[in-house]
């Protein structure tokens, strides 16, 4: 018989002891109003708290939560590891914090979501999207960023940096093993890639409720991910994208 979840939920946790038993037990009680299977898998990235080992008491309690770690750092190589070990059909990784909330998961999965879409985006611009409680000059250094995004490697997408995503298991297998950059543009990265391998994407309004222990750093995260795309496109150039997933 096939075992395999319907919906997998990856959170990577960076020193998160706070906020993960929250983002945990919002998940579980989500699970049990579906009609369908779901696992939980957090994976641990360099903390110096109880992160691992809260999410290794979860997952001692229940079966659907597996707690990993990663060996590199970078939020960018824990999503990598997570989608790559994750067993459903839809594959979504999500913030600790939950500054979206989980019940708007249904939105990024049919029946609500096409049947025909690869990828489903958050999106906190455009139709339906909503910012609340977020300082104006952290909007503004937002707007700033995606500005040079679109405008460098991304043109289509009006917010590529919210970290609520979610992939077809056959697109989550084809495009992570192509990943290269560790830190926080690993998913201006994936999008790039799934832009040249023809995936159908679609941006998802969300009400996003900022969080005032934001692990951001804007000006130096700003810097290092311009870098990163700097990257993305030299790595395009070199036509490392154009190689088999299966290969890697």
Same mark, same amino acid.
């Given at each position: 018989?096939?075992?395999?979840?319907?919906?997998?939920?990856?959170?990577?946790?960076?020193?998160?002891? #706070?906020?993960?038993?929250? =983002?945990?037990?919002?998940?579980?009680?989500?699970?049990?109003?579906?009609?369908?299977?779901? *696992?939980?898998?957090?994976?641990?990235?360099?903390?110096?708290?109880?992160?691992? *080992?809260?999410?290794?008491?979860?997952?001692?309690?229940?079966?659907?939560?597996?707690?990993?770690?990663?060996?590199? &750092?970078?939020?960018?190589?824990?999503?990598?590891?997570?989608?790559? =070990?994750?067993?459903?059909?839809?594959?979504?990784?999500?913030?600790?914090?939950?500054?979206?909330? @989980?019940?708007?998961?249904?939105?990024?999965?049919?029946?609500?979501?096409?049947?025909?879409?690869?990828? %489903?985006?958050?999106?906190?611009?455009?139709?339906? %999207?909503?910012?609340?409680? *977020?300082?104006?000059?952290?909007?503004?250094?937002?707007?700033?960023?995606?500005?040079?995004?679109?405008?460098?490697?991304?043109?289509?997408?009006?917010?590529?940096?919210?970290?609520?995503?979610?992939?077809?298991?056959? %697109? %989550? *297998?084809?495009?992570?093993?192509?990943?290269?950059?560790?830190?926080? =543009?690993?998913?201006?990265?994936?999008?790039?890639?799934? #832009?040249?391998?023809?995936?159908?994407?679609?941006? @998802?309004?969300?009400?996003?409720?900022?969080?005032?222990?934001?692990?951001?750093?804007?000006?130096?995260?700003?810097?290092?991910?311009?870098?990163?795309?700097?990257?993305?496109?030299?790595?395009?150039?070199?036509?490392?994208? &154009?190689?088999?997933?299966?290969?890697?």
């Amino acid at each position: 018989m096939d075992d395999r979840p319907f919906l997998s939920l990856i959170f990577p946790a960076y020193n998160e002891e #706070n906020r993960l038993p929250r =983002a945990i037990e919002q998940s579980l009680q989500f699970l049990d109003e579906q009609p369908f299977s779901g *696992e939980i898998i957090i994976v641990e990235n360099g903390s110096q708290d109880r992160t691992y *080992e809260i999410a290794c008491e979860y997952q001692s309690r229940d079966p659907r939560v597996t707690a990993l770690q990663s060996k590199q &750092r970078g939020k960018g190589i824990a999503v990598k590891n997570g989608m790559l =070990a994750a067993r459903g059909d839809y594959r979504m990784f999500l913030d600790v914090d939950l500054s979206m909330p @989980i019940e708007d998961v249904s939105k990024f999965i049919p029946p609500l979501l096409d049947a025909d879409v690869d990828i %489903a985006i958050a999106s906190r611009e455009g139709k339906d %999207a909503r910012r609340i409680g *977020e300082p104006q000059y952290r909007h503004i250094m937002g707007r700033i960023f995606n500005s040079l995004i679109r405008l460098m490697i991304l043109p289509q997408y009006q917010d590529s940096q919210c970290g609520f995503k979610c992939f077809r298991a056959l %697109a %989550a *297998e084809d495009l992570f093993p192509l990943q290269t950059i560790s830190g926080w =543009a690993f998913d201006t990265e994936i999008l790039y890639i799934a #832009n040249l391998r023809k995936y159908k994407v679609q941006e @998802i309004g969300i009400n996003w409720y900022f969080d005032t222990d934001s692990r951001v750093r804007v000006v130096q995260d700003t810097l290092q991910m311009m870098k990163d795309t700097l990257q993305i496109r030299r790595n395009q150039r070199a036509s490392y994208y &154009r190689r088999s997933s299966q290969t890697e």
